[in-house]
């Protein structure tokens, strides 16, 4: 490249790597809305070694290994996002040229993919991937969509964290994702409709490296509620109970057993990876929540409290919320503050009020 072609290309953007995630992700009424995909889809930002030890606590609840369904799900997820339209779709055979695709993977905090070798099997690599079976999914689903043709993929990590995704040509005939819809996501578009904004979210932004960026010296993500619910639904049929962890800590109104197993290790694991960072949360009555839920919530995106009631004279509380990523998610992490707030267990009860998502949080024991 010549100079003057360094200085066309330079000149083409004037925004930084931290501009363009923050450009990406707007926070609005305890959510985050995706601005570059279709149908103001919301996404929960998360730690990626967070993620990693709530995922490990959801596999020891469940006894089951749960990365090849997280895999799929990701392939659903990133095939039904694609779906939904959107500029530069991956063409052809060359990942080098999927521009639009890789600032996706970046501003999601995923990592960097390219390509290792194109024959009778095509190997991608993903450098730093931020979760190894989501990045799989994901890189497989631009793939198939890159080429028009089903795949089959198999992963193995490789030297110094990488990602070596392998793909073969596959016959069957996979149907397109259909939406998945709850009540509680219905409540999040008109939420953000009329929200207000939330402050202090992008303090001690920094890209790392293309595709990794941190807060707070924190390594983040962000992983769209579809994504979330996809693999929900995936570990839905082999779910036989609770086999490690606090079963009885959670009551889910409304929900069939297996959906409640599945939100009870979800929360559970989620209170247990809340409480062991040692946060210091102080409550001198129930005024103090909806800041609790502003700083352990609406700021990665996982609800907004319009009321905070007291329920007992023993530290119980009624929060309603006017919008709510996962009810599993944000109940576990509702539970880690209360617990790490009195010093003892609690449990959490759910339950839909007016349309409004509603989480009680109670001593787990009776307090003579």
């Known amino acids: 490249m010549g100079l ?41 930002r998360t730690g990626s070694a967070w993620f990693e030890l709530w995922f490990q606590g959801l596999e020891r609840r469940a006894a089951q290994s749960l990365g090849r369904r997280l895999a799929h799900a990701a392939v659903e997820h990133e095939e039904y996002m694609l779906s939904l339209g959107g500029k530069n779709p991956p063409k052809g055979r060359n990942p080098d040229s999927w521009n639009y695709s890789r600032m996706l993977w970046e501003t999601s905090g995923f990592g960097r993919f390219s390509l290792l070798e194109d024959g009778d099997e095509t190997l991608l690599f993903v450098e730093k991937p931020a979760s190894v079976p989501i990045c799989a999914g994901i890189i497989a689903a631009s793939w198939e969509e890159s080429t028009g043709k089903r795949h089959r993929f198999l992963w193995n990590e490789g030297a110094e964290g990488g990602l070596v995704v392998t793909m073969s040509l596959d016959e ?43 807060i707070m010296g924190e390594r983040r993500m ?10 929900e639904e995936y570990c839905l049929p082999y779910m036989n109970g609770i086999h490690e962890g606090r079963s009885e800590c959670y009551d889910w109104n409304g929900i069939d057993v297996r959906r409640s197993d ?18 210091h949360v102080l409550i001198r009555d129930h005024s103090d929540w909806p800041q609790i839920v502003q700083r352990h919530l609406s700021r990665h995106g996982l609800g907004e ?64």
């Not at 769209?224 to 693999?231: G, I, K, S, V």
């Open 222 to 231: 962000f992983l769209h509620l579809d994504l979330l619910q996809r693999f």
């Open 4 to 44: 003057f072609d360094f200085l066309n290309s330079a000149s083409k953007s004037s925004t930084t790597p931290e501009d363009d995630v923050i450009g990406r992700w707007e926070f609005l009424g305890g959510v985050c809305r995706d601005a570059l995909r279709g149908r103001n889809e919301i996404a929960w």
């Open 262 to 279: 599945w939100w009870t290790a979800a929360a559970d694991s989620a209170r247990e990876r809340f409480v062991s960072e040692g946060h």
């Open 172 to 214: 069957t005939n996979i149907p397109k994702p259909d939406p998945l819809d709850s009540d509680w996501y219905r409540a999040n578009i008109e939420a953000t409709s009329d929200g207000k904004l939330s402050d202090g979210n992008w303090q001690d932004l920094r890209v790392d490296s293309p595709g990794q960026w941190s």
């Open 305 to 368: 409290a319009e009321s905070a009631l007291p329920v007992g004279d023993k530290g119980g509380v009624r929060l309603s919320f006017s919008s709510m990523f996962h009810p599993a998610i944000s109940g576990g992490i509702l539970l880690g503050c209360w617990e790490r707030a009195f010093g003892r267990n609690g449990k959490v009860l759910t339950l839909q009020v007016d349309g409004k998502m509603t989480i009680e949080i109670l001593p787990s024991r009776e307090i003579s």
